[in-house]
């Protein structure tokens, strides 16, 4: 095994937080064929295989999955009947299905890694799972202790008394030496897009965007084109590195999964733009409340996702999509604080695995990902827009943090995102990835267990160099 990286060197880049979003609706499922079933003579022990790794999974744990079907299908008449009413004009079809579906546990058929998308154990009945809190109010809450609401008075006492450190050059020329922008690979040489074979490829887009490559699924994390993360176009937030491509030049794209609605990850141009090029093809894997956002942006094709729910791209069955949590909030609106939910995503394919953390403060949440998806072959982690650290720290991670979330979930190897695109907080626009490196440090940890990327430049991983040289 061995990784090679398209464009040049690795780089560094800074980052900051953003706003807020909308939304209502339920949940979803992929189709029919994706329901578990009971395969006769399931052995008593089945076995899900990572590489050369193998895991025994206790038929007990589906046994208690299946002692909980009697108390599922006792859920409310009046829920379901709602459900029907509500959803029977949403598209996908699949949508009307997914909570009625919910409700039935599952049994697995094989438990092999390369059908790991057939184990339906739903964990949200699972005693350690933390499961999303939705108060009467219809604002969603953090479950953990970690976490501690920012204040109206908190962000005032900031911007007043707190200096502004990020220091980034009005030269272009001075930026282009220590933050360059390259030109992704598929734009010069879009023949290769998608021909990973059994590997994996990132490509970091700036900020929170990555465009991922596994499993013969294409797919983006909180895209963003756009020059200003603001509700308004012409002003708010800029960023000081542009895009490495436009909507137009991306490859054909399966699914884009969003973190939460803060405007430098939810983005309306970058959503109208992408949904114009790609249409009803274009699957789109969202947070609780902002389905209707989404319509409303012109988005069929959208799933919307409670924390551990579970869906996949039509055509792409082997391939799980699953919204899991962080710590962090979400508001687009003066009025519309955390109507809507926020999360990480674990994607889990036959060949592998990725997670994407979102914006996020450090929590608990993410051994618990890590304990049931891990481990990942990539994630990508949040290494910017900290400090002051007393105001930030609750809703993004530090870099030592972000070594700690690498380590929480079991990946392999992590980029760090979220930085080196808009200066939203006060450190020094280059300090993500030096902090990073004294945190690798301490850690006893690589500088290739956890790097970072030029905007537009790719990473390959899980593919031998010969796989690779005969595609290039």
Not at 102 to 124: A, G, M, T, Y
Not at 196 to 217: F, P, Q
Not at 332 to 353: A, C, H, Q
Not at 403 to 427: M, P
Request: with cysteine; hydrophobic share 35%.
């Amino acid at each position: 095994r061995s990784c090679k990286v398209f464009g040049s060197s690795v780089r560094l880049l800074a980052l900051p937080p953003a706003a807020v979003s909308v939304g209502a609706s339920r949940y979803s499922d992929c189709s029919r064929s994706e329901r578990s079933r009971e395969r006769p003579g399931e052995p008593q022990g089945a076995k899900r295989r990572r590489g050369s790794q193998c895991v025994a999974i206790s038929m007990d744990v589906l046994d208690e999955a299946q002692g909980t079907e009697d108390r599922l299908t006792d859920t409310d008449d009046s829920e379901k009947n709602e459900l029907c009413a509500t959803s029977s004009s949403l598209y996908p079809k699949e949508t009307v299905r997914k909570r009625q579906n919910s409700l039935r546990s599952s049994r697995s058929s094989d438990s092999c890694r390369s059908s790991r998308k057939s184990f339906k154990l739903d964990v949200r009945m699972e005693e350690d799972v933390t499961k999303s809190r939705r108060l009467k109010n219809g604002r969603f809450v953090n479950p953990w202790p970690t976490w501690k609401a920012p204040t109206f008075w908190n962000a005032l006492k900031w911007a007043i008394t707190e200096k502004d450190n990020s220091n980034v050059p009005s030269s272009k020329e001075e930026l282009d030496k220590v933050l360059p922008v390259v030109k992704p690979y598929f734009v010069q040489y879009p023949d290769l897009a998608g021909k990973t074979k059994n590997g994996i490829r990132i490509t970091w887009l700036g900020h929170a965007s990555v465009m991922v490559e596994m499993d013969d699924v294409i797919f983006l994390t909180d895209p963003i084109f756009s020059q200003h993360a603001s509700p308004i176009s012409f002003t708010g937030p800029k960023r000081f590195r542009g895009p490495p491509c436009s909507v137009e030049q991306l490859p054909k794209i399966d699914a884009v999964v969003i973190s939460h609605n803060h405007y430098d990850h939810l983005d309306y141009d970058t959503v109208v733009g992408l949904n114009e090029r790609f249409g009803t093809e274009l699957r789109w894997f969202v947070p609780l409340g902002l389905l209707n956002w989404m319509q409303k942006c012109g988005c069929e094709n959208v799933i919307e996702l409670d924390w551990w729910e579970q869906n996949c791209v039509p055509g792409h069955d082997e391939v799980t999509f699953v919204f899991t949590p962080c710590q962090h909030w979400c508001k687009r609106t003066p009025i519309d604080d955390n109507k809507v939910l926020w999360g990480s995503w674990s994607i889990l394919g036959p060949s592998n695995r990725f997670f994407f953390a979102g914006d996020t403060g450090y929590c608990a949440a993410f051994e618990e990902i890590g304990k049931r998806f891990g481990p990942f072959d990539i994630a990508a982690i949040p290494i910017g827009a900290y400090e002051p650290r007393w105001f930030m720290r609750n809703q993004h991670v530090d870099p030592e943090e972000a070594v700690r979330i690498h380590a929480d979930v079991r990946a392999k190897k992590s980029v760090g995102v979220h930085w080196g695109t808009f200066a939203l907080a006060n450190e020094h626009y280059l300090d993500p990835p030096r902090k990073l490196t004294e945190a690798l440090e301490r850690y006893g940890l690589n500088s290739d267990d956890f790097f970072v990327l030029n905007h537009g430049e790719s990473i390959h991983l899980n593919m031998d160099i010969d796989e690779l040289s005969d595609d290039s």
